[in-house]
């Protein structure tokens, strides 16, 4: 059963602590993203990766840090560098970075709050 | 400035009553642009890509069309399991291919 999956589902981080979100694919693609939701705003790019071992960062990437070691998971690490990380996280993945075939598909989500 | 703008907010209709929600984009350049459905507290669940002005794409009640400035969803005879917030986002051709999402129209129809 091909997909993305996303965990924990729920996430609740105390003031001061890193946290990580999981992600991880099955569908072989090479592209992979992170974009975090708040309420009435569009999906904000936080991270991207075209490949394995190299990353990029999106629009609003302070605070935040990823890794990719392998082309199925793209973990993204929630720092306490990150002032408001309160929000709805969403990974993608998508067949090829910019290629002809370049839709992004999503994971369930993660959503985060800091007591 | 890149910029993609939603409208309506929201849209309330009654089951049957056809209608659309629009999607505006001034960019540099338009690589694709895409057409999502999210429900609350899920990822979103892709439903068209367009390339080029004049595309239409259809799936079950719902059509998606393509202009030089705007894309409309166009919703037939909608029923209550429509009810969703709907997604537009533009694909740029250049710096890295960026995407930008709009905030998003919630649809919600009523039996």
């Known amino acids: 059963d091909g997909g993305i999956t996303q965990s924990p589902k729920y996430l609740f981080r105390k003031e001061g602590q890193n946290v990580t979100l999981s992600c991880e694919q099955n569908?072989?693609?090479?592209?992979m993203y992170w974009y975090r939701q708040d309420p009435g705003q569009g999906l904000r790019l936080i991270y991207y990766?075209?490949?394995?071992?190299?990353?990029q960062k999106g629009d609003i990437a302070e605070g935040y840090s990823v890794s990719r070691e392998k082309k199925e998971s793209f973990p993204l690490t929630v720092t306490s560098a990150q002032k408001n990380p309160t929000a709805f996280y969403l990974c993608?993945?998508?067949?090829?970075?910019?290629?002809?075939?370049?839709?992004?598909?999503f994971g369930p989500g993660t959503r985060l709050t800091v007591l | 400035e890149d910029q993609v703008t939603q409208s309506p907010e929201a849209l309330r209709l009654q089951e049957g009553e056809s209608s659309s929600l629009n999607c505006s984009y001034t960019?540099?350049?338009?690589?694709?642009l895409f057409w999502y459905r999210q429900d609350p507290g899920k990822g979103p669940e892709f439903l068209f890509t367009?390339?080029?002005a004049g595309e239409e794409k259809e799936k079950e009640r719902l059509k998606a069309t393509l202009t030089k400035k705007e894309s409309f969803l166009h919703i037939t005879a909608p029923k209550p399991e429509d009810s969703a917030t709907y997604l537009c986002?533009?694909?740029?051709?250049?710096?890295?291919?960026?995407?930008?999402f709009g905030a998003g129209t919630r649809l919600f129809v009523k039996a």
């Open positions: 569908l072989n693609h090479d592209a």
């Open positions: 367009l390339y080029s």
């Open positions: 986002a533009v694909q740029l051709p250049t710096g890295g291919f960026k995407t930008i």
């Open positions: 990766s075209q490949i394995v071992n190299d990353f």
């Open positions: 960019v540099s350049g338009l690589r694709g």
């Open positions: 993608a993945s998508g067949i090829a970075f910019g290629g002809a075939r370049d839709t992004q598909y």
